[in-house]
């Protein structure tokens, strides 16, 4: 066994890591053309893009690009990311990141934090393409005033709430938990690594090994 493969674990396969980026490329995509879209004060994004029409058809197909990579990537993440009793625990000691302890409970391959952050964008993914379907489609035979202004308050607030949690879950996926990014890109990350943030996984794995 080579030195490197002692020292590292393989953490995520190609189809993961394809996955996550087209989720979260598109995601990325969708937040700054609706940014150009919406605010007129920023409309540096709409002449980057190539004008508000170009703007809106890759709002529209990266919409698209998003609304297939979440059903993938629901069926493909929503096992390991199904609730267990110890995820409560986790939270309550805040996951080891606001303050210091030594008792959390051994974590499986995601954290309850890492959880929460994929039911959200779960829910308020199939908010914005469900709003974003009826702006897209809109006319008066097919949807009434009312429906339309709902469509574009979920979308907002969708948006609002998806945002947010992107810039946390870029903050903590790199700068906040050095070494985590690298599971994203090469699907590896360091045996210490996985001791720290998924032990019961590593424990699993290695008795299949």
Sequence with gaps: MSHHT?????VTDATERLAHWLLAGSCLVCLISGLGIMFQSWDIIATVMGGLYATKWIHTFSGV?????LIYAFFMWRKDCAFEADDAKWIA????????????????????GQKLFFWFVVIFGILIIASGLVMWLWNPETFSPAVARWAYALHALSALVIGSFFVVHLYLGTIGNPGTATAMFTGWCSRAWCETHCPRWLE???KKA
């Design 6 to 10: 002692k020292d590292m674990v393989r």
């Design 65 to 69: 690009v998003f609304a297939f990579s």
């Design 93 to 112: 000691k805040g996951g080891g990141y606001l303050w210091e302890t030594s008792d959390l409970p051994p974590v499986y391959k995601y954290n309850a």
């Design 204 to 206: 699993e794995r290695d």
